[in-house]
């Protein structure tokens, strides 16, 4: 179905302690910092503005979904594709440029989508498969497998009929 990664939403469920000390659930709701776009959705389930924190600390999660996490901290968040047949190779980057995404040069590369960001990504595909392209290879991910890509250029190519999703935690770096 052409648009199914525009419905994709994620529900965080946040645990806590109570007043007698006993642990809970202090909120189970959908995220509220999402963005679907042609190219994608992302829904941003956690933030932290500086590590380390502390347990009891509140999320610091912002109106607008952003492409680069926070300066010294980190963001967990979920990212659904399309097929790649559903995406116009200038929308995609137009997309990228919509969560201040510019310094990724995603339109400076002649691989739909391929950029580069100063952070380090651990990304766990949850369903569906995607390969990841580099600048000399690629390799097909699948349900359960990880990547981690380190400030190096790559690019999300869903090569299937149906929509991929991965979470992925995205850490600053010191570059």
Known sequence: MSGEHLEKRARRVVAGVDANGKST??????????VALPAFTVNDVWRLDELPTSVDADDAMRAEVELAPP????????????PDSEIDP??????????HGEDAHAADSAVMGRHATDTVDVACILDGEIHVVYETGETLLRAGDTVINRGNKHAWSNRTDKPVTMVAVMLPTAN
């Open 90 to 99: 200038e929308v995609y980057v137009q997309s990228i440029d919509t969560l």
């Open 25 to 34: 659930i202090v909120e189970d709701e959908l995220t509220a910092t999402r």
């Open 71 to 82: 300066a010294r901290g980190l963001v967990v968040r979920l990212a659904t594709f399309p």
